[in-house]
């Protein structure tokens, strides 16, 4: 199993940083090589991406979710993965991302590739492209503000109070009320 670990500060608050994130569906608009990301639920995702040259395709289940403050997932099928993106405030209008991925390369190439560090070099990419996102749009393209416990999803009417909270759906929806997981 190899891990990654890489960071960059964006220049947005992390409000609207961590809004964007959990809009997965967005996710080929700024990460290599990912072709489609489809949210099937307020926890599971579908990939198909470019990996060394194959196409492949996996499940993953967000299994904590905390509205400006992380999304931690790990994959269901396909190659082992597990990841965690961290969401730190660095003043009102500025942000740090933090990634961490645990891998297990798969065949000839994937493990050339993990050697020379082209992995991380790719995660590294990610983040810079995802910070060009926002900052260029200026606010995000959704939100969903629920939260993820393990099995337990509260939605987003139901976190902040018993009367309701912060809306929006999963995935690829437009508008504030409308991502989360990496890789």
Same mark, same amino acid.
């Given at each position: 199993?190899? #891990?990654?670990?890489?960071?960059? /500060?964006?220049?947005?608050?992390?409000? #609207?940083?961590?809004? !964007?994130?959990?809009?997965?569906?967005?996710? =080929?608009?700024?990460?290599?090589?990912?072709?489609?990301?489809? $949210? +099937?639920?307020?926890?599971?995702?579908?990939?198909?991406?470019?990996?060394?040259?194959?196409?492949k395709e996996w499940d993953a289940e967000i299994f904590e979710q905390? =509205?400006? $403050?992380?999304?931690?997932?790990?994959?269901?099928?396909?190659? +082992? %993965?597990?990841?965690?993106? %961290?969401? *730190?405030?660095?003043?009102?209008?500025?942000?740090?991302?933090?990634?961490?991925? %645990?891998?297990?390369? *798969? @065949? +000839?190439?994937? %493990?050339?590739?993990?050697?020379?560090?082209?992995?991380?070099?790719?995660? !590294?990419?990610?983040?810079?492209?995802?910070? $060009?996102?926002? $900052?260029?749009?200026?606010? /995000?393209? @959704?939100?969903?503000?629920?939260?993820?416990?393990?099995? !337990? #999803? !509260? =939605?987003?009417?139901?976190? @902040?109070?018993? +009367?309701?909270?912060?809306?929006? #759906? =999963?995935?690829?929806?437009?508008?504030?009320?409308?991502?989360?997981?990496?890789?």
């Amino acid at each position: 199993m190899e #891990t990654i670990e890489k960071s960059i /500060e964006v220049d947005a608050p992390v409000s #609207t940083v961590y809004n !964007q994130w959990t809009q997965f569906e967005d996710f =080929p608009k700024f990460m290599e090589g990912v072709e489609e990301v489809h $949210q +099937l639920d307020d926890k599971r995702l579908h990939w198909k991406a470019d990996v060394g040259g194959k196409t492949k395709e996996w499940d993953a289940e967000i299994f904590e979710q905390i =509205p400006d $403050q992380r999304v931690a997932w790990r994959s269901t099928s396909g190659a +082992l %993965n597990t990841g965690m993106v %961290n969401f *730190e405030p660095m003043g009102a209008a500025r942000t740090r991302v933090a990634v961490r991925m %645990n891998y297990d390369p *798969e @065949g +000839l190439v994937e %493990n050339i590739g993990d050697f020379l560090g082209v992995v991380g070099h790719r995660v !590294q990419g990610d983040l810079e492209r995802f910070k $060009q996102f926002i $900052q260029l749009r200026g606010r /995000e393209t @959704g939100s969903w503000r629920g939260e993820i416990h393990g099995r !337990q #999803t !509260q =939605p987003p009417s139901e976190v @902040g109070s018993p +009367l309701g909270g912060v809306g929006g #759906t =999963p995935g690829g929806a437009s508008g504030s009320s409308g991502i989360s997981g990496s890789v």
